[in-house]
């Protein structure tokens, strides 16, 4: 069974300075991996995939993300936080398989990330 | 980049009401829509999986009387609450997506439904 795991419920960062969202994840075949962003009231914006090619994923917005299959994790970065980054973040787990190919997904519990100024 | 329009944003009614949910696919053709409800500050659960032509996939837990869902083209899937209680109240959020040759393609995601029972 595929599960993943959000370490953090909340990080709150100045602005300006640099994000980390982890992310470990649990899967018995090569897994696809997403981050998801979501805005109050609002659906979700996939950030980034990784989906077995290079493990470290750029998305959009800034974001990126590593695959590091030794610790199992797939964390978020991004160099500078920005006010308009303030959201709920989704750490995902596709039970598909790689290829981009997504089948169920398998959400954690989000991340909640505040910025202040 | 694919559009997907969910309708309506919000929604509230009194108990026992009826509500019916739409999710579009504006610019693809989408095999495959997914139903998902979120509760305040947690994760999105999925609902049902509903393949175009044919019967929604329920998981388990979900009253398949209670949600009713079609998926009756390739843009269109609706979720229906019967008899709507305060304790269905909640955030749905449908997505879409385009099976290719058995491979799934990524979800594109509706804005949501905020679902209000009085």
Known sequence: AQSVTQLDSHVSVSEGTPVLLRCNYSSSYSPSLFWYVQHPNKGLQLL????????????????????????TSFHLTKPSAHMSDAAEYFCVVSEGGGGGSQGNLIFGKGTKLSVKP | ????????????????????????????????????????????????????????????????DKFLINHASLTLSTLTVTSAHPEDSSFYICSASLRIRNSNQPQHFGDGTRLSIL
């Open chain 1, 48 to 71: 980034l995939k990784y989906t077995s090619a290079a493990t470290l994923v750029k998305g959009i917005n800034g974001f990126e993300a590593e695959f590091k299959k030794s610790e």
């Open chain 2, 1 to 64: 980049g694919a559009v997907v329009s969910q309708h309506p944003s919000r929604v509230i009614c009194k108990s026992g009401t009826s509500v019916k949910i739409e999710c579009r696919s504006l610019d693809f053709q989408a095999t495959t829509m997914f139903w998902y409800r979120q509760f305040p500050k947690q994760s999105l659960m999925l609902m049902a999986t509903s393949n175009e032509g044919s019967k929604a996939t329920y998981e388990q837990g979900v009253e398949k």
